[in-house]
């Protein structure tokens, strides 16, 4: 995942229990929002999931919380993933998204300071 690595404990760690990942998410506007709609193995009170281990095998549409997902814009700001997701974007891109990486390689270019583009001529 761009400049770090984690182990599956680890990112598993990241997370703060929030559990908005554990709520139905709709398509709205270009972007995901979530619903009020829980997961039926979500305990509400504990904000766990009742069949962690197996969640994928019980619902078939569990999110599966990765570095795609924060990406997608799946995932609200608050999430502890998207928080280091952001870090590392700020640390390893300086700041740029990386979804926005043609157009960064175009500027880099524009400068004169993509190597992947040294010695060559447009046409």
Request: aromatic letters at 8%; charged letters at 35%.
């Amino acid at each position: 995942m761009l400049g770090r690595s984690y182990t599956h404990h680890q990112w598993e760690e990241l997370c703060n229990r929030c559990a908005e990942c554990c709520f139905e998410s709709e398509w709205v506007g270009g972007r995901w929002v979530s619903t009020d709609v829980p997961c039926r193995y979500l305990d509400l009170e504990t904000r766990n999931c009742k069949v962690y281990g197996a969640r994928f095998e019980a619902e078939p549409q569990c999110n599966k919380v990765d570095p795609s997902a924060v990406l997608r814009g799946m995932l609200p700001e608050s999430c502890s993933y998207v928080e280091e997701l952001q870090d590392i974007i700020a640390e390893d891109w300086d700041g740029e998204d990386p979804r926005n990486w043609k157009k960064a390689r175009r500027s880099r270019r524009a400068k004169g300071k993509d190597p992947a583009c040294s010695g060559r001529k447009r046409r």
